[in-house]
């Protein structure tokens, strides 16, 4: 008696298959020979299936999630409380289909308990930042996601990886390039692996801009051109502090523009210039940069002319131009609303397609993509290397600011060299 | 010893406030008059709420979501395991922040052991349809959410009434008026709570057309014009039984040109208008229809035309025609993907104005309304009522497609009388 | 000596190949193989053709225009010097290829010699209205555009036809379908052509409209949806005046809406249904009316939903909604302003193309037409019949509006038997 | 007898005033208390004006162009008969309202004949280059229009000076700084005007865009962003010949990223940085360069990054990041196809408005400008000194691109020094 399901009778009623309950909607003859016709799904390999019941000239609906069972999940302790941690990465964890919040971390005692009550977390498994190490103690922990302010990054990754966990760490990864390598160095000598969040390397439309371009369809790609920007309100945040911060809004946001460029092409830049803007007399850019352009010469002769700034309206956007058309990705870099249009040739005329795939939070899909390589023993997408490297160019940038003049590179050999498998998203 | 965030000393180091941990980051002097410059947020009436960090040229971000601790969240029972609950509502409730799944209900118990096991939900919890009444049984189950061929609606709210238990129910409402009247009946001699779930009366850019329109900064609206259109699959499906669906594509999607005209102006239909097109041959479409094309003509003189159709390519658009300006809604009544436009002179120029409005789930709203209705003894913004009304105009329009001439309508003295309280989405 | 274009010579000087008058360019020897690297395109059928200079990735542009010498030009006199006139059509003559404007009829002696001279016509060449039928002895006149209001439009065309004269008539062509009638007899009887000016159907995106729907590649249409609404100023204007008008938004505007969805389909309806809205109280719709929604319906099962008015601000779309995707093309019945959008499922992702066709003067397409029909002996794409037929259809709207009831229409057998030979805008 | 417009009579006939000519419209009295209800304008000033006959809902028409009578307009003669002669300027001419073409330089007789046949040209003014200075004894030229290929501009401006007539002269200039300042001075000294073809400049959307930057209403401009992309055919065109174009898609195409970044904040840059890329082994760019990718830093801080190649498709866009909003100018430097957007915050959303100008040719209200100019004796907005400057930083661009390193330049005193007043587009 494997199924029970309401279904039509002979008699055109509804009934339960198993205790024959009738139901109200007797009338005409409905018999259906076959199946049923209540759509009810098959089971198959742990997961729910549905035919596909929309038309042909409609997209097909995608599979429903499959989230594991929450006690089979990944257990994530949140190192730091703040904006980023409670407006959109413990909400995302309610996506997840892999990974739980499973420990926080806070300064504070009071909001840490009233935000592990809010996500079901149980009161011993909130530390501060004295008791941090006793995370080791606290199996439902496996992966440390480190969402401090990036001067604290280093000792909480250093002191994750001591205590034996899996440490998913914000970018920028570090104050500096000598900090990433310890960071990375410290993790393998622990046998842990390093996540670095770079979140728009899992984000579908982001994925989608780089697939185009690497398929090759649309030839080869002159100008990648990246903008992040926004405006930054009252002096006293950590972000123009640079022992917490590292630097102002390239590290912060321009840290995208460079991330990204690399991902598309999977090239390293060989040739690097930058110009620094502060506005004169504004207390907040004393210690760190409000804005920054710069250009990236690749290899392969591809220029990525970015922007960034804490001192222009939000703009986020993100533009290739190949032989053969061009890829526009509005809200590219922001945590949502990316819009994906892509121009070519048709006949006499030009066209420009929107594209717009499902939505999805990119945050949980980053999150869940760390819990499957500590399930499945994978190196991440974005490892420690990534970060490292992105720190190695920033001091590039910045070195070319001060001098004035374009600062050389040395090639790298192969491509994607400093990153895992890709995320599957399937 | 109330709170003990990393700050920087007077020395530039960084140290936990109560223990004196000495962090790395040793360097230049960082002396920080007044408060840390760590942004913390602080704890006010059971929410954490931050200090805006944007400048005023941006957006300031919303406060961080503040969830109930699942234990206070109002508990919901799912009555089938369909498309939309597995790949849309138990999705949402990822998102919600007062309500959670407790419970499901199917014919299948493997699809059901799976489903609750991927949703954290107990073994003992899962029902079949005959067992259903039990439910009354089950102090967590505070609401029966009805997710069932539209055919059984009737049946299974009727019952969830008997056990006790308040009750949501899917749109359509049931096949017709008089099952739908016999509903709010029984929900109301039952004593619970019934509200309909009409998503996009909770969906932000569907409300945010609705305070538009009513704000009479646009003048008065002269046409509507609503279009929800998709394809279809195969035959074997439930909704091409009209034992099980009531209709075609009229109850299933044209019902949101209805409903939404209807909410935009508060106001009900004093004559209705309809033709049905069916494609010659194509045996779906014996017992429902596919295509319907009809009018809605309001007291104050705005006309609603609609089209609906199982037979045409994915197309969710709302638009309104007003003395000032136009409002164009894309993917009006999609699950996502709205896009919301304005128009209006703006000097010599036309002007149109596309507004994005942070990106909410429209499940997890209504869901979320349901709880705070019921934790709060209020009634819903779309309760039994709005579905009646519903029912009667669309067998109006299928009494005007029959008989080739509209169909007067009495005029009804409320505006808004089959709604209660606006949902409250602060 | 045909040719001295200046060119490169082998030592890298810059010469005109027959007078050998060097230039300043004197440099490193740039010695060509072939022809001269200067394009200087070449005279084939009395047109100059280039080669294409573009890449294949782009458009290829189109060929230079070949405009008539103007006095190979077929003359037109405009009658009536109002907005559309001093505004459109004067203007469009500058951007025609066929046609130029010879004579004015005016009543204003003062403004007609004003415009004569601005234009560059003689002043013996303007008529008042009681002169017009001198007309008749002008021989540079070929074709008379009748630009007067609606209700002059028959006493025009019928005193220009005894002239001897070709017809353009503006839309609508008359008051009602017996004036229109007559206006065709009268032009058949005199032997000259009549073509009514709907400039949409010469609009190229409109053509492509029509293009994309015949090809049947996005399978049937199910829904047209057209809209033309537009604000109007004070009350002192012929429009609001039945005689001189012939009605309110239908006639003026929303025949837009009924002549696209013909043009389109190439069908005529068999049934009508429409309902007339006046705001309460607005002394301009006394005789005529604000706004009309109304909906057609076409042997083939397609359903066009139009609406329009003088009472919400300008907005003049069309949509058409087929079995594999949708056409948007805003602004269709606008002067200016096009844009064209395509919709339709792209693999797993839904794709919305706009096309960007080259911007030409529709009133300039049009007004070549004509010219063109007049030197080849052709029927007018748009003539005579066409505009009977429009308002024999807005005769059944107003009787559906009047009488509350869908008015059904004899089926006609052959497709576009209104129209004449579809227009070549090669 | 002033007037005699058909008009209502007491009885409802419509006639003519002066002759009481009546027509068929009799009916029901349409007695008309005061002015004629016909609309029919009113002469002021040697122009017509209507009343605005639109609702303050809509954007209100523009009065009706006033053209100048043919005979009291600026003749001009057109030197060169390549494309952008045949295709844009000389059908541009046709939208003129202050200018005609009166002669034509050719090297092809065959084609001058054609041409000037279809333009109505006397046969006597058109002209060899070798016969190009007998062009000093036609008074009906007062502007030479120089269309040649870059190489040869100097030659034919000073040619023109000599004549004594006023020169028009395209973009880019001349082949380097040193010409162009030997064309200013050759005109200077001959007392003619000099202006340099900068269409953008005249085009509305770029006006439109300089308006709103330095009304300062979005607070200041952090960057500017302007890509200038296309493809290019086969090597047989004089554009890859240095010696006629002077260099490759940076004098070309780029040079409108320059101007326009110029353009828009009125000053000069004080360092520029650039780079080159050429593809390997495309033989097309053995003289000139493919792709250049440039900097330029402005004194106030605003940095612009602009992009240019012959290799990428068609991509025309400007992009201004201020400190309150964003403004994108789509297809800016392209002929026709303009698209406005600007981003700013409203309240707790993000508004991008699209704001729709009336189209106008940007080719005529240029060719105009230089009209008024010589008819009013005034001095063009953009005079050969405009042209001068850019040729100075392409030389300090191609300075970089060769070393290396960025090159500083001495800051400018004045504002739009190099420009005359901006162009009145009323």
Redesign the interface.
């Known amino acids: 008696m494997?199924?029970?399901?309401?279904r039509?009778t002979r008699r055109?009623l509804?009934a339960?298959?198993?205790?024959g309950?009738l139901?109200?909607?007797a009338?005409p003859s409905?018999a259906m020979p076959?199946?049923s016709?209540?759509?009810?799904?098959?089971?198959q390999g742990?997961r729910?299936t549905?035919?596909?019941?929309?038309?042909?000239?409609?997209?097909?609906?995608?599979p429903?999630?499959?989230?594991?069972?929450?006690s089979e999940r990944v257990g994530f302790a949140i190192v730091g409380?703040?904006?980023l941690s409670?407006?959109e990465l413990l909400?995302a964890?309610?996506?997840?289909k892999r990974a739980r919040p499973v420990a926080l971390v806070?300064?504070?005692?009071?909001?840490a308990a009233?935000?592990a009550?809010?996500?079901?977390i149980k009161p011993s498994s909130v530390y501060?930042?004295?008791d941090f190490d006793r995370i080791a103690e606290n199996p439902e922990v496996r992966v440390v996601y480190v969402v401090?302010?990036n001067?604290?990054h280093?000792?909480y990754v250093l002191r994750a990886a001591k205590a034996g966990k899996h440490v998913m760490c914000e970018k920028p990864m570090a104050?500096n390039s000598a900090e990433a390598r310890e960071m990375t160095a410290a993790c393998d000598a622990a046998g842990v692996k390093l996540m670095i969040a770079y979140r728009c390397q899992y984000e579908p439309n982001n994925r989608e801009v780089i697939r185009l371009v690497r398929s090759g369809a649309?030839?080869?790609p002159?100008?990648i051109?990246a903008?992040n920007?926004?405006?930054?309100?009252?002096g006293?945040?950590?972000?123009?502090?640079k022992?917490?911060a590292g630097g102002g809004a390239l590290p912060d946001i321009g840290l995208y523009c460079l991330n990204t460029a690399r991902a598309i092409l999977g090239e390293e830049p060989v040739?690097v210039?930058a110009?620094v803007?502060n506005?004169d007399g504004d207390p907040r850019y004393r210690e760190v940069e409000e804005?920054v352009?710069f250009?990236l010469?690749f290899p392969s002769?591809t220029?990525a002319?970015c922007?960034t700034?804490y001192?222009?309206?939000?703009?986020k956007d993100l533009?290739v131009?190949?032989?053969?058309?061009?890829i526009n990705l509005e809200n590219a870099f922001a945590y949502?609303?990316q819009r994906l249009r892509v121009?070519?040739?048709?006949?006499?005329?030009?066209?420009?397609?929107?594209?717009?795939?499902?939505?999805e939070n990119q945050f949980a899909l980053e999150i869940d993509h760390m819990a499957s390589c500590v399930a499945q023993n994978r190196t991440p997408h974005t490892p420690g290397q990534e970060g490292v490297q992105d720190h190695l160019l920033m001091e590039a940038l910045y070195k070319s600011a001060e001098t004035?003049?374009?600062v050389a590179l040395a090639p790298t050999p192969a491509r994607d060299a400093t990153r895992g498998p890709a995320p599957d998203q399937s």
Chains 1, 2, 3, 4 share one sequence.
Request: aromatic letters at 8%; one cysteine or more; hydrophobic letters at 35%.
């Open positions: 494997p199924f029970e399901f309401p039509l055109g509804i339960t298959g198993s205790a309950l139901t109200a909607a009338g409905l076959g199946p016709p209540v759509d009810t799904g098959s089971v742990g729910v549905f035919p596909n019941w929309r038309g042909e000239a409609d997209r097909p609906s995608a429903p999630p499959a989230p594991l069972p929450p409380l703040g904006r409670l407006e909400p964890f309610g996506e997840c806070s300064g504070s005692p009071e909001k009233l935000v009550a809010q996500h079901g501060s930042y004295a401090l302010p001067g604290l280093r000792e104050n649309m030839g080869a002159r100008f051109e903008t920007t926004q405006t930054m309100g009252t006293d945040q950590w972000r123009f502090r022992a917490l040739e210039f110009r803007f506005p804005t352009s250009m010469r002769g220029i002319n922007a700034s001192g222009a309206h939000e703009s533009r131009r190949l032989e053969k058309g061009w949502e609303g121009a070519h040739r048709e006949g006499k005329n030009e066209a420009v397609e929107t594209i717009r795939l499902s939505q004035g003049a374009p």
